[in-house]
C-alpha cells in the first residue's frame, strides 16, 4: 500500500508565490512518475504538471507554464510544485498523483495512487 501526503496549501494573494509537497511512503513500490492535479470548485481535477523519476522529464499544462515547476527528491520519495505569480484561477484542492509505470502521465487514469488533496486559495 503507498500513502501520498500533500502539505503546503493555504490562502495567498495573487501574485504571490507558493510551494507545495508531497511525500510517498509505504512498502516497497516503484516510481514511474509523479503529479500534480488540481480541482477547483464544482469542476473536474485537471494535470497541472509530472516528472519522470528516472530522467529530467517534465510536462506541464499551458495554464501554469512559465508560472509553475515541478521538482523531485528521489531518496526521500519527495515531489514539490513551486507556484509563481498565482491567479484567483489557480485556486483548488490540489491533488498528488503517484504513476507507478514508466513514462509520464497527463491523466488521472495514469496514476495509480492518490493522496487526500491540500486546498490553495488566490484571493484578488
Known amino acids: 500500500q503507498v500513502q501520498l501526503v500533500e502539505f503546503g496549501g493555504r490562502l495567498v494573494q495573487a501574485g504571490g508565490s507558493l510551494r507545495l509537497s508531497c511525500a510517498a511512503s509505504g512498502r516497497a513500490f516503484n516510481i514511474g512518475a509523479m503529479g500534480w492535479f488540481r480541482q477547483p470548485p464544482g469542476k473536474d481535477r485537471d494535470f497541472v504538471a509530472a516528472i519522470n523519476w528516472s530522467s529530467d522529464n517534465t510536462y506541464y499544462a499551458d495554464s501554469v507554464k512559465g508560472r509553475f515547476s515541478i521538482s523531485r527528491d528521489n531518496a526521500n520519495k519527495m515531489v514539490y510544485l513551486q507556484m509563481d505569480s498565482l491567479k484567483p484561477e489557480d485556486t483548488a484542492v490540489y491533488y498528488c498523483?503517484?504513476?507507478?509505470?514508466?513514462?509520464?502521465?497527463?491523466?488521472?487514469?495514469?496514476?495509480?495512487?492518490w493522496g487526500q488533496g491540500t486546498q490553495v486559495t488566490v484571493s484578488s
Open positions: 498523483g503517484l504513476r507507478v509505470q514508466s513514462g509520464l502521465g497527463y491523466d488521472r487514469s495514469d496514476f495509480n495512487y
